[in-house]
């Protein structure tokens, strides 16, 4: 193998999409917000199936374990999706950090404070996505805008079933 073919210094290119450069970079941003917010809530998630203890162990685990799979799928169909658009995809720790409103958080907690983080980690990541929707339907994004219409649909039901978890009787 040629060792030209690995000297590329670049993982951006120029799509003929239709969609303007300076949006496109645009657009791959607010994505790359939404892929650092499902990254780390994906982490946290499963964070609380490996720990959550209690009454509700068993449903916690099994819905934790549903929705830490379905966030790995997000990932990466996110990540394609900025490369698609001709951009490079945030691929460490350290950028989803300074990407993510959602905070790093591994601390011991009672199975109801560990649903609430979840909640709340759901939320911001659904207002994430609802900015990047507005800019991507703005600039005739229709297919990143579909894309992340239908995960803010999913997050929106994990919302739902996590706080009905937690409601009061």
């Known amino acids: 193998m040629s060792s030209t ?8 290119f120029a799509p003929k999409s239709g969609i303007e450069a300076e949006d496109r970079t645009q657009i791959a941003g607010a994505l790359g917000k939404v892929l650092a917010d499902s990254y780390m809530l994906f982490i946290k998630t499963q964070g609380v199936h490996w720990n959550v203890v209690g009454p509700t ?17 997000a990932i990466d169909e996110l990540a394609e999706r900025i ?17 993510s409103e959602i905070r790093d958080y591994d601390l011991e907690q009672s199975a109801d404070a560990h649903v609430r983080m979840l909640v709340d980690d759901h939320r911001t990541a659904v207002k994430s996505m609802r900015a990047a929707i507005e800019w991507c339907e703005d600039k005739k994004d229709f297919v990143t805008a579909d894309m992340l219409i239908e995960r803010m649909s999913w997050h929106e039901e994990a919302i739902w079933m996590l706080n009905a978890i937690i409601a009061e009787q």
């Open 83 to 99: 490369r698609a658009l001709g951009e490079k995809a945030p691929a460490s720790y350290r950028k989803y950090g300074e990407l």
């Open 5 to 12: 073919a690995l000297a590329s210094k670049s993982a951006a």
């Open 57 to 73: 162990f068993y449903s916690l685990h099994k819905l934790t374990e549903e929705h830490y799979e379905n966030l790995y799928r």
